[in-house]
């Protein structure tokens, strides 16, 4: 996974932090929690806030 493949990021966030309100979560856990997803191998460094705007959005609309 890279950091475009936001939806399938947010599936994954949704699958291992069930109980995690996603509205709830600072973007320097996010971005440490998708680093931490099994299959993501992307650069670290291409996160920015526009991208974990987006994967926390998607993770939204996953978990509504």
């Known amino acids: 996974m890279k950091w475009t493949d ?17 509205r709830s979560v600072r973007f320097t856990d996010l971005r440490r929690w998708v680093l931490e997803l099994p299959g993501f191998d992307d650069e670290p460094d291409r996160s920015g806030e526009k991208v974990l705007e987006a994967i926390q959005q998607a993770w939204i609309d996953e978990a509504d």
């Open 6 to 22: 936001v939806q399938a990021i947010a599936i994954e966030l949704a699958e291992s932090h069930p109980d995690t309100d996603p």
